[in-house]
């Protein structure tokens, strides 16, 4: 168990945390820190958290775990906001969906990343964002991936883990690099795609008549587009490298599919949709 946490950045990851935390009964004291005076609020009268602090510094004193949870263009500025109030032995968390970028930040801005930094990526969300959605088990069976650097602490790592588990997480490491490979294509280029569509046929002369006779496979297909703007501009750009690959590939399938379907090639646009289908039937179950 932790005596004090800190969160800085009480929207659903944060403040989801802290609820699960607090009902493992791993947590003594929660502070929090929000530059929206809204969530802040919103956050106390929900019991998420004990002490509403006025900044970052004053949240974060007397921690001995502190949880960054604001968008990952911002996480370098907030860690640097922190570091003269920290405890010396305090470790330093985050939750950004890119890790190459948040590492590279952090050590431009710091100098270096602090070796009781612990890099980490829960792999949960839902389209819905602030404090007021954040539930007790929003990780519950989830994944959590830890990224070590180079100048890793190995304890801060154990102690991170082990929270994470606490709140019913499973912990997995992998390189910086690979981490953002691999979640361009199963969540940053699927939300560009779903963004791009809709906003397609949001200018569709006929979209008042397209959206109210959507059914489910649009719902489903579209969800992800309900998800908050600003911060998926922040986690593309961090990660534009990894994007840009996929999307250049995205757009050659689809002209060559729009090359097949223009010369009425539809026997070979079956085999598309088949290998599609049997692709993801396969891996199916290891879909979280």
Not at 119 to 129: L, R
């Amino acid at each position: 168990m932790i005596p004090r946490l800190a969160i800085i950045g009480l929207g659903l990851i944060g403040g989801s945390f802290a609820r699960a935390l607090r009902a493992a009964g791993e947590v003594g004291t929660i502070s929090g820190y929000d530059h929206d005076a809204q969530q802040l609020d919103t956050a106390l009268n929900l019991g998420v958290i004990d002490h509403a602090a006025a900044s970052a510094a004053e949240a974060v004193a007397d921690a001995a775990v502190v949880l960054i949870a604001v968008p990952v263009l911002h996480i370098a500025a907030s860690l640097d906001e922190c570091l003269g109030a920290l405890r010396a032995d305090a470790i330093i968390t985050d939750v950004g969906s890119t890790k190459g970028s948040v590492l590279r930040d952090i050590a431009a801005r710091c100098g270096e990343v602090p070796a009781r930094f612990v890099a980490a990526h829960p792999i949960a969300g839902t389209e819905k964002s602030g404090v007021a959605h954040a539930t007790v088990d929003l990780f519950r069976g989830k994944r959590l991936v830890i990224t070590p650097h180079p100048g890793q602490d190995p304890k801060s790592v154990e102690v991170v883990a082990g929270l994470w588990r606490a709140v019913g997480a499973r912990v997995v490491e992998m390189t910086a690099e690979g981490h953002d490979d691999i979640f361009a294509a199963t969540s940053h280029l699927p939300h560009v795609l779903a963004y791009a569509f809709v906003d397609m046929l949001s200018r569709h002369p006929d979209a008042a008549e397209i959206f109210p006779n959507a059914g489910g496979g649009f719902r489903d297909f579209t969800r992800i587009a309900s998800s908050k703007p600003e911060l998926w501009h922040d986690i593309v750009q961090a990660n534009a490298p990894a994007v840009l690959h996929l999307l250049r590939e995205q757009i050659t399938l689809l002209e060559h599919l729009h090359g097949l379907m223009a010369a009425g090639d539809w026997p070979q646009v079956l085999q598309h949709f088949e290998r599609a289908r049997a692709a993801r039937e396969q891996h199916l179950s290891l879909i979280e």
